[in-house]
């Protein structure tokens, strides 16, 4: 199963929510500059529970699963990635950060549900750990040490949420995760109460900008929706080995993205970075269908 490769439509779909998640990142950045990090996390799930709620079907699903991912999602990694965004990290430089999911994802799979990744996918995997591990080196001041421990805890959340979908089945992951906003909202608002205060929260809602309102919309529709939905769709699909390393694309769109709106440099060790991550996910992806086609063409069975 480690070597069950996507299908083309599949695949299509998977780097439109790349491209997605990716840009995000940019849009994320701008709202945090009007609104305080958890009160922005808070409107977002809050967008996405209602008015979504009352016309989708509660998924056949325990409360228990879902109490665990809207807590992973929502609190765990959107909480901590926007808290990091505020002012501990740059958008390009978190949206690469945040790969790191990957490494907890295919390490949670082969511990929880006994996921075997193929050779090629380990080595896939070592590429673009590589290239990761050089933008974390060549961060030109542009990184904290909180900054990096903040949305590496975000990609160990994310990673937990995956999980936690596959074992949800092959369920309607819209309503999926519309249903999970429900355990995100509450302690979202109560954190954001407490750490942020209420004046905080007040002269942020008054002050928003109908830009900041359009991007909280984007979040709860385009991110969480659309692309949590097709993620888990696929998670529940293909193993996690086969899933997971598409999330490298993020940065790819989410550094370039962040060079076009917000003038972040690409220097060189950027793009060879970038370069290594690419590389990672091409060999993870496609040797599984290399080695398929090959093998056809040497007579073996399929």
């Known amino acids: 199963m480690s070597g069950q490769p996507l299908k083309p439509s599949h695949l299509?779909?998977?780097v439109a929510v790349m491209a997605v998640w990716g840009s995000n990142f940019v849009v994320i950045k701008h709202a945090l500059g009007?609104?305080?990090?958890?009160?922005?996390?808070?409107l977002r799930y809050t967008a996405v529970l209602m008015p979504a709620l009352f016309f989708v079907k509660r998924p056949k699903v325990g409360?228990?699963?879902?109490?665990?991912?809207?807590?992973?999602?929502?609190?765990?990694?959107?909480?901590?990635?926007?808290?990091?965004?505020r002012d501990s990290i740059?958008?390009?430089?978190?949206?690469?950060v945040m790969q790191t999911q990957v490494i907890f994802t295919i390490g949670l799979a082969a511990i929880f549900g006994g996921e075997r990744p193929a050779p090629a996918q380990y080595a896939g995997l070592i590429l673009s750990s590589a290239g990761i591990a050089t933008i974390?080196?060549?961060?030109?001041?542009?990184?904290?040490?909180?900054?990096?421990?903040?949305?590496?805890?975000?990609?160990?959340?994310?990673a937990g949420g995956n999980i936690v979908a596959r074992r949800a089945g092959q369920i309607d992951m819209l309503s999926y995760v519309v249903w999970?906003?429900?355990?995100?909202?509450?302690?979202?608002?109560?954190?954001?109460?407490?750490?942020?205060g209420p004046q905080a929260m007040a002269a942020g809602v008054e002050h928003a900008t109908l830009t900041t309102w359009a991007a909280i919309f984007w979040q709860a529709v385009g991110n969480t929706m659309f692309g949590y939905g097709v993620w888990g769709w696929l998670l529940a699909r293909y193993p996690a080995a086969t899933v997971a390393p598409l999330a490298l694309l993020v940065p790819v769109f989410g550094m370039t993205s962040a060079a076009v709106f917000l003038g972040e440099t690409l220097p060189a060790w950027k793009l060879g970075?970038?370069?290594l991550v690419m590389s990672g996910l091409i060999l993870g992806l496609f040797w599984p269908r290399v080695r398929r086609a090959f093998g056809r063409a040497q007579g073996e069975p399929a």
């Not at 009007?34 to 808070?42: D, K, M, S, V």
């Not at 740059?90 to 949206?95: H, L, Q």
């Not at 974390?136 to 994310?158: E, F, K």
């Not at 999970?180 to 942020?196: G, Q």
Request: net charge negative; with cysteine; charged share 5%.
């Open 90 to 96: 740059s958008p390009g430089i978190a949206s690469l």
């Open 136 to 158: 974390m080196i060549y961060t030109d001041g542009s990184i904290t040490p909180i900054g990096l421990a903040l949305p590496l805890g975000a990609a160990a959340s994310w």
């Open 273 to 275: 970075a970038a370069a």
């Open 34 to 42: 009007e609104l305080p990090p958890l009160l922005f996390a808070t």
């Open 180 to 196: 999970a906003a429900i355990f995100a909202v509450p302690p979202l608002f109560v954190l954001s109460l407490l750490l942020e």
């Open 63 to 85: 409360w228990g699963n879902l109490a665990a991912y809207g807590l992973l999602i929502g609190c765990g990694q959107f909480g901590l990635l926007f808290i990091a965004l």
């Open 12 to 14: 299509a779909l998977a």
